[in-house]
């Protein structure tokens, strides 16, 4: 999912646009998130090529309900601002 993420970084970049920041969050109840946030946050900001300062990560519980609470699951949703790259 790295490699798939620089490379639409790079799609962006080729299209005139660059990425300007990037807000993850992760539905899972275990395991606990807490100690791999900054290494996330830096290899997400690498893939994208933006500053560590420039992505957030964010890990939520679901509170024991559906796949993600019952241990069988992991959801991530994820949006970039973009803006159209000076020419």
Do not use: L, M
């Given at each position: 999912s790295i490699a798939m993420l620089a490379t639409v970084a790079t799609m962006t970049r080729d299209a005139g646009f660059e990425p300007v920041n990037v807000d993850a969050t992760v539905v899972v109840d275990a395991p606990k998130l807490a100690p791999y946030i900054a290494a996330m946050r830096e290899r997400l900001a690498t893939?994208?090529?933006l500053e560590p300062a420039s992505?957030?990560?964010k890990a939520k519980s679901s509170e024991g309900l559906g796949y993600t609470?019952?241990?069988t699951g992991?959801?991530?949703y994820a949006v970039a601002g973009v803006r159209v790259r000076d020419s």
């Open positions: 893939a994208v090529g992505v957030s990560v609470g019952d241990g992991i959801a991530a």
